[in-house]
């Protein structure tokens, strides 16, 4: 089991800066992805950025050259850097862990903190 906690949202204006950041407890390797979503009112959950098992980063294409990731395996956390915020990133934050049974195995588990809010006003 992982436990997740999150850290670092609130209420920022447009063109500014937060950093989000993740800790996880538990059973934690550095062959888990870490990553962070979004959802905001009336919209499903979206990927915002991944940092895989294998080092490999996703990004969605509206954080493109804005948003950040990174982790440290040794303290199990993962960090957001969100600059240029824009107020359509105004959402409820996640930390995800995905477990699978190997590198790049396609069966997994997903672990989710509780959220922290983001909000960017105009």
């Not at 009112?41 to 098992?53: D, Y």
């Not at 990004?59 to 850097?81: E, M, P």
């Amino acid at each position: 089991q992982v436990q997740l906690v999150e850290f670092g949202g609130g209420l920022v204006q447009a063109g500014g800066s937060l950093r989000l950041s993740c800790a996880a407890s538990g059973s934690m390797f550095s062959t888990d992805d870490m990553g962070w979503y979004r959802q905001a009112p009336g919209k499903q959950r979206e990927l915002v950025a991944l940092l895989t098992g294998l080092d490999i980063i996703n990004y969605a294409d509206s954080v493109k050259g804005r948003f950040t990731i990174s982790r440290d395996n040794a303290k199990n956390t993962v960090d957001l850097q969100m600059n240029s915020l824009k107020p359509e990133d105004t959402a409820r934050y996640y930390c995800n862990v995905r477990k699978r049974a190997y590198s790049g195995s396609p069966y997994y588990t997903d672990f989710w903190g509780q959220g922290t809010q983001v909000t960017v006003s105009s």
